[in-house]
């Protein structure tokens, strides 16, 4: 079992930069996949972000591609989302999630568990 604690949402102004962590738990954590979803009200939680287990691929969903960063430090399991250039569409819920399978994959019916979400707000 693996639990997810994300942290560092807030409001910022468009142009802004904003720093998401996701700490897990769990000794496996390190062998997971793990990506960052979005969802914004009335809309379906949108792909972000994934990084593979080693770190040394990443995936990114093309509305912030250039923008934001993946990163994971698996000797504290923490994955993080660097978020610059921020923009007012980018205001949603950010979720982590683990896939256990590391299937790599950008549909968050794949990932076996999630945090709890932050919110992320950006004023124009």
């Known amino acids: 079992q693996v639990q997810l604690v994300e942290s560092g949402g807030g409001l910022v102004q468009a142009g802004g930069s904003l720093r998401l962590s996701c700490a897990g738990s769990?000794?496996?954590?390190?062998?997971?996949?793990m990506g960052w979803f979005r969802q914004a009200p009335g809309k379906e939680r949108e792909f972000v972000a994934a990084?593979?287990?080693?770190?040394?691929?990443?995936f990114y969903g093309d509305s912030v591609k250039g923008r934001f960063t993946i990163s994971r430090d698996n000797a504290n399991n923490t994955v993080y989302l660097q978020m610059n250039s921020l923009k007012p569409e980018d205001t949603a819920v950010y979720y982590c999630?683990?896939?256990?399978?590391?299937?790599?994959?950008?549909?968050?019916?794949?990932?076996?568990?999630w945090g709890q979400g932050t919110q992320v707000t950006v004023s124009s």
């Open positions: 999630a683990a896939d256990r399978h590391n299937s790599g994959s950008f549909y968050a019916r794949d990932y076996d568990y």
């Open positions: 990084i593979r287990w080693s770190g040394r691929s990443t």
């Open positions: 769990g000794r496996t954590f390190t062998r997971y996949t």
